[in-house]
C-alpha cells in the first residue's frame, strides 16, 4: 500500500498478469485520484473514483473505493509493457485546495 | 485546447546561486495553479498554490518564493539555492473535481 512518506513501492509482473495497487488515505474525501507518471515526465489522471461510488472502470483499468477504512485500489488487467510507470493515488481534504499524493507504486511490466 | 508549458527542461546550478523557473498556461482563464516538488523516487510536495494573479499560498517552506505577475504565467525563483533544492519541479492547473493537469516539469540539480 502506499501513503504518507514512505519510500516509492515497487511491484515487478510479467507482461499478461493482472496487478493491483492499494492506497490508504488519513482524511475524508470526495473523490481518489490515480495518476500515472512515465518517467521524467509530469503525471496524469488515469481514472477517478468519487465517494459516492464503490467501483470504477476504464478500459484495463478498475479502481475501487471504500470509505468505511479509507481505502482505494488500483487494478490493471492483462498488463502490458507499457503499463511501467509510477502510480499515484491522491486525496483532497474536503474544502481544501490541496491534493495530498501517495508515495506511490512503481510498476514495471517484464516481457 | 488548454497547454501547459514549462521552463528550462533541465538546470544544473551551484549551491548559493539563484534560480527562476517558469510555468505558462494556454487556453485556460483565471486558473488555479499550482507548484509541485518531487525527489527522485519520491512523491509529489505540494508548494504553492494561486487562484489568481498577485495571489500566492505556501504549502510548505523550502525557501522558495513563487509569484503570479501574469493571469497565465506562475514564477518559482529563490536567491540561494540548496543541495536539498534538487529535484524535479511540476507545475499545474486545476480543472474540476480538484483534478490536476501537469507540464512536463523541470529538472534540477544543484551541486
Known amino acids: 500500500s502506499q501513503w504518507g512518506e514512505e519510500n516509492l513501492q515497487a511491484l515487478s509482473i510479467q507482461e499478461g498478469e493482472d496487478v493491483t495497487m492499494n492506497c490508504s488515505y488519513k482524511?475524508?474525501?470526495?473523490?481518489v485520484h490515480w495518476y500515472r507518471q512515465d518517467s521524467g515526465r509530469g503525471p496524469a489522471l488515469i481514472i477517478l473514483i468519487r465517494s459516492n461510488e464503490r467501483e470504477k472502470r476504464s478500459g484495463r483499468l478498475r479502481a475501487t473505493l471504500d470509505t468505511s477504512s479509507q481505502s482505494s485500489s488500483l487494478s490493471i488487467t492483462a498488463a502490458q509493457c507499457e503499463d511501467t510507470a509510477v502510480y499515484f493515488c491522491?486525496?483532497?481534504?474536503?474544502?481544501?485546495?490541496?491534493?495530498?499524493f501517495g508515495s506511490g507504486t512503481q510498476l514495471t511490466v517484464m516481457p | 485546447a488548454q497547454t501547459i508549458h514549462q521552463w528550462p527542461v533541465a538546470e544544473i546550478k551551484a549551491v548559493g546561486s539563484p534560480l527562476s523557473l517558469g510555468c505558462t498556461i494556454k487556453g485556460k482563464s483565471s486558473p488555479n495553479l499550482y507548484w509541485y516538488w518531487q525527489a527522485t523516487g519520491g512523491t509529489l510536495q505540494q508548494l504553492f498554490y494561486s487562484i489568481t494573479v498577485g495571489q500566492v499560498e505556501s504549502v510548505v517552506q523550502l525557501n522558495l518564493s513563487a509569484s503570479r505577475p501574469k493571469d497565465d504565467q506562475f514564477i518559482l525563483s529563490t536567491e540561494k539555492l540548496l543541495l536539498s533544492h534538487s529535484g524535479f519541479y511540476l507545475c499545474a492547473w486545476r480543472g474540476t473535481e480538484n483534478t490536476l493537469y501537469f507540464g512536463a516539469g523541470t529538472r534540477l540539480s544543484v551541486l
Open positions: 482524511t475524508y474525501t470526495t473523490v
Open positions: 491522491a486525496t483532497d481534504a474536503s474544502g481544501s485546495w490541496q491534493l495530498i
